[in-house]
């Protein structure tokens, strides 16, 4: 074993509590207890709080190594002096918390990245460590046009000795602390026998996650937010279903929301569940809207979705891009709206199987209209991509259907679910109609229906004494083993076709290549202050965009 993994696994681990020190800060400045009692939430939290932190920053400065040297020394002693005076920190939650990232570790050992990590992924969280935020950065990638607040998450972990090299952390963390919150919904009151149909739900959920989200290098910006719309959809139905303090469960569906939206723009559809759970709140007090304006966690989910649309605005002079409608094309650094609605039709003739890294097809606009696309989408994408997954979930369903069922029906309340079926239902047809790839949403809305009807079936024919406490504890550390086996899998496929070892190199595969945007960046900055008094600003070709400055920021004109 070579010094290289030790210290790549005690960064792990400094980086995990050190966000968890922020969690417990965000629950002081917010006055939330809840924060204490599942460090799950804990971490989220303070990854909610970083990530604000981190888009207002990077307006100033950049994330360099002393900056994030500072800041991640901060949270850890937070947590450390958090650990030693209170009292009401539950040592046990803690011991979860680390075996969780213990088993969770062998994901992020890995060679081959993700094809759009050194593309974009990489190439936007690296920018963001070596300068403030720039004008008008659109052109030079289409990932840059379309942010991910994990881009600046990762930003945060660009450390001292490990360097880049735990931009991989952010998606692993959100794994990890949805894990925790999994596994409390489960065994929260389970000693009492009060078992309800979201304990199912939640162990459906987390066997999915750990099953077949296993390769943290696949997640990108996509799979992070459809795990946390598992929780959101856990936190709704609690809501509708169980008596609950209304401050703690508005405050955690706020700040799951606003995580989901920035890590994927179009999650911003899911803001449809506000009007269940309005609808919900206003039978319960007329009065309720004042409350919820009361409620901190708004201001900050405003906050933080201001900053979103911000951040997008000032890459491409859009909103929301490439949706044409939330642009504003008379800005320099702007796109035109043309440019726009080509993006915008790319995107959908992609997920609709009209192009790949080899083939388009021969009219896109004729293609992507109405149902055209389907007879293709089918051959070529959902044999056998979607198939393989909705019978992978179907038969997940079937053995735990299976493991808990009985002959007997137990009468119980009707649950207010009918609302979320129909959001559910809702954005599935918009799924398959406008972007039917499974990571746009797909995963998690076609296993969610599935998942939520299985639950309700098992709610009324479990058997309370079949040892459900042992079965459940079986089936978690089951998920957990096929996951680590299947890293193991994966470790060994990369030790035999790269001579990939992780206990004496743990760091994945990494070139020149991977800086492309940033020396770009570089080179025509340090040309613009060359040449910035020649005519009309001209730096380097016509190929470039040019750039100005303006209010201490550096701009580059969008002439395209």
């Known amino acids: 074993m070579s010094f290289d993994i030790i210290i790549y696994f005690l960064f792990y681990f400094a980086a995990i509590f050190s966000v968890i020190g922020y969690g417990l800060l965000f629950g002081e400045i917010t006055n939330i207890k809840i924060v204490s009692k599942n460090f799950g939430y804990v971490g989220l939290f303070g990854l909610f709080l970083l990530t604000i932190y981190s888009y207002i920053s990077n307006f100033f400065y950049s994330h360099n190594l002393l900056h994030n040297s500072i800041l991640l020394l901060v949270g850890f002693f937070f947590f450390l002096y958090s650990l030693l ?32 990590f050194p593309y974009y992924h990489f190439a936007y969280s690296y920018y963001l460590t070596q300068s403030s935020s720039y004008i008008g950065i659109g052109p030079f990638n289409h990932g840059f046009r379309t942010p991910s607040s994990i881009f600046y998450m990762n930003s945060l972990f ?284 797909g995963y998690v809305v076609i296993s969610s229906l599935i998942f939520l009807a299985i639950s309700l079936r098992l709610e009324k024919k479990i058997n309370l004494r079949s040892n459900l406490k042992n079965k459940f504890q079986f089936l978690i550390l089951l998920g957990f083993l096929i996951f680590f086996g299947r890293n193991i899998d994966r470790l060994l496929n990369e030790n035999e076709v790269y001579a990939y070892n992780p206990l004496s190199q743990p760091y994945y595969a990494f070139d020149n290549k991977f800086y492309s945007i940033q020396n770009r960046f570089d080179k025509l900055l340090k040309n613009y202050e060359i040449c910035k008094n020649g005519p009309e600003n001209q730096c380097l070709n016509d190929l470039e965009p040019r750039v100005i400055k303006s209010f201490g920021k550096y701009v580059f004109i969008n002439d395209r």
Not at 160 to 169: A, D, R, T
Not at 382 to 389: G, I, L, T, W, Y
Not at 407 to 413: C, G, L, S
């Open 85 to 116: 005076i209170r009292k009401n920190l539950i040592k046990k939650e803690i011991f979860q918390l680390i075996s969780i990232f213990l088993i969770l570790f062998i994901s992020i050992l890995i060679f081959k990245t993700h094809d759009d």
């Open 158 to 441: 660009y450390l001292p000795v490990i360097k880049h090299y735990l931009f991989h952390l952010p998606a692993l963390m959100i794994m990890g602390f949805a894990n925790s919150i999994f596994i409390d919904k489960i065994f929260n009151s389970l000693k009492k026998n009060n078992i309800n149909f979201l304990k199912f739900f939640s162990l459906l959920s987390i066997l999915f996650v750990n099953i077949f989200f296993y390769r943290i290098g696949e997640h990108g910006t996509d799979r992070s937010s459809q795990i946390l719309v598992f929780i959101l959809l856990i936190e709704i139905l609690l809501l509708f279903n169980f008596r609950y303090i209304l401050e703690d469960k508005l405050f955690k569906i706020f700040i799951l929301i606003g995580l989901i939206i920035s890590l994927k723009a179009f999650y911003v559809l899911y803001i449809l569940f506000f009007i269940p759970i309005l609808i919900f709140l206003t039978k319960e007090d007329n009065l309720i809207i004042f409350k919820i304006f009361k409620n901190k966690s708004f201001y900050f989910l405003v906050t933080f979705i201001s900053l979103v649309l911000l951040t997008n605005f000032f890459n491409t002079g859009c909103l929301l891009y490439p949706v044409s409608i939330t642009c504003f094309p008379t800005f320099i650094w702007s796109f035109d709206l043309e440019i726009v609605n080509q993006m915008n039709n790319w995107y959908e003739q992609w997920s609709k199987a009209g192009a790949g890294p080899n083939f388009r097809v021969d009219n896109p606009q004729m293609y992507i209209k109405f149902f055209n696309w389907v007879p293709n989408w089918i051959e070529i994408y959902f044999f056998n991509k979607v198939s393989d997954f909705i019978l992978g979930t179907l038969f997940l369903s079937i053995v735990i259907y299976l493991i808990f069922n009985s002959k007997k029906f137990k009468k119980i309340e009707d649950r207010k679910c009918s609302m979320v079926f129909i959001i559910l239902l809702i954005l599935l047809i918009e799924w398959f109609y406008n972007h039917p790839s499974l990571r746009y949403g």
